[in-house]
């Protein structure tokens, strides 16, 4: 399950260990072997290895870009 959280500085990405600055965002997610599972380890990707994984995307509402860390088919199934 994806995740969007703010840091309050304490947090290290997972993959590029770069410390997370207060108030960035960041993605926690539960992956297995590298890919997205229902269940297994917690990975923290800050926003440039969150997008560089296809984990992140800038989305374009209202005539201004946006970051989403959620796809539509994962927005869709939120909402049913």
Do not use: W
Request: aromatic residues 8%.
């Amino acid at each position: 399950m994806r995740r969007g959280c703010m840091s309050l500085g304490e947090t290290k990405c997972d993959h590029c260990k770069r410390n997370i600055p207060y108030p960035e965002r960041y993605l926690v997610i539960d992956e297995k072997d590298g890919t997205e599972a229902e269940k297994g380890d917690t990975v923290r990707y800050c926003v440039q290895c969150a997008l560089e994984k296809g984990y992140a995307t800038y989305k374009e509402e209202k005539g201004e870009k946006t970051l989403t860390f959620f796809t539509e088919p994962d927005v869709n199934i939120e909402s049913k």
